[in-house]
Structure formats: structure tokens, C-alpha cells
């Protein structure tokens, strides 16, 4: 079986309570456009009045790029905290089984779910790493999903064709949750 990068995360969640259980989550995936359609998402409900939390990648110059609190991205200090919770925990998974030892994206969504459960986010918009299937983010369960438009990409992970990718991206919806193409 491939590597389910979930996996990883839950088991570090599950160590400090399972925070994103608790999270109202917008799941997007594709090759182009997830972050504009997530930064749109986060300013539609920010001027409705929600309290948001934003997860992208890749960052341009900081890591803190990556995970934003009503509109902004996390400061320095309140990151270090997150990740020093963390912390403790990774050691541990990769002794249990290197199958639960967190990668560096696993170890950043599990950050910024933490992050948006410790600030009450209202609702959160969380963008797929790679694919959707096997992505680390896929352990949240949305209320709506999005995919935006498909290409060719990371073959060498997601396949040779696009109905092969998209299959990967289809991997975020889930029965019951609205989906927007």
C-alpha cells in the first residue's frame, strides 16, 4: 500500500487531543489555483465575519507564509510554540514506526491545525500539498471541497495522465460534502 501521509499527522494529532476534529474545514486540491481560491475563500468569510485560518503551500520566504489567523500570517513566537508541542511527539512516532514518523509537510499541517483550533478559527480553508489521496491534509473532514483545474504534475507521484491526477485530487471529497469544480 502507499504511504498514507495522514497517517503520520493523526497519530501526532491524537497526542495532543485531536484538535482538527473539532475544525470547520474548506478542503481544496488541483494544479492551478488552489491558493487564489483559498485566499478568495478566507476573504469571503473574513468580511462575513469569521474568525479564519488559512494553510498553503509552498511559502516564498518564510514558513509562516504557509498558516494565517484572520487574514495574516503567524507570527514567529506563536509558531515556535505550536511546533515546540509538537516537538516531544516526534521522536517518539519514528521510534514506534517509520511509517507514523512525520516529513516536514505532515509535521506543517499538523502545526497549522493546531494553530487554528488554539486561535477558535471559525472556519478553515486548507490546500492540498500534493495530490489529494495520499496527502497529508486529507484527515480533515470538510464541509465543502474544491478542485480547481488539473494538469499534468508531479507524474512521478500522481501518474502519466490527467485522468490519473484528478483521480488523486478527487481523493478530498468525501460522502455528504459539497464539492465545487
Known amino acids: 500500500r502507499e504511504r498514507f501521509a495522514g ?12 484538535p482538527h476534529q473539532h475544525l470547520r474545514c474548506v478542503h ?3 494544479s492551478k489555483g488552489k491558493g487564489s481560491v483559498a485566499l478568495m475563500c478566507e476573504h469571503l468569510l ?7 485560518g488559512t ?11 504557509r498558516i494565517r489567523i484572520n487574514g495574516r500570517d503567524v507570527d514567529s513566537v ?23 514518523s512525520p516529513s516536514f509537510f505532515d509535521l ?6 493546531l494553530m487554528f483550533a488554539n486561535a477558535r478559527c471559525q472556519c478553515v480553508i486548507i490546500e492540498t500539498g500534493l495530490g489529494g489521496s495520499f496527502d497529508a491534509t486529507n484527515i480533515i473532514t470538510p464541509v465543502a471541497c474544491c478542485i480547481t483545474s488539473i494538469e499534468l ?4 507521484k500522481l ?23
Open 153 to 156: 504534475e508531479h507524474t512521478e
Open 78 to 100: 506563536s509558531l515556535a510554540q505550536a511546533l515546540e508541542t509538537l516537538r516531544p511527539h516526534l521522536a517518539q512516532l519514528d521510534e514506534i514506526s517509520a511509517e507514523l
Open 108 to 113: 506543517l499541517t499538523a502545526t497549522a491545525l
Open 55 to 65: 494553510f498553503t503551500s509552498p511559502h516564498l520566504q518564510r514558513w509562516n507564509e
Open 46 to 52: 473574513r468580511h462575513a465575519g469569521w474568525r479564519t
Open 7 to 18: 497517517d503520520a499527522v493523526r497519530a501526532l494529532l491524537a497526542r495532543v487531543g485531536n
Open 28 to 30: 481544496i486540491a488541483g
Open 159 to 181: 501518474g502519466h495522465s490527467t485522468q490519473a491526477i484528478a483521480r488523486h485530487k478527487a481523493g478530498i471529497i468525501k460522502a455528504g460534502v459539497p464539492i465545487v469544480t
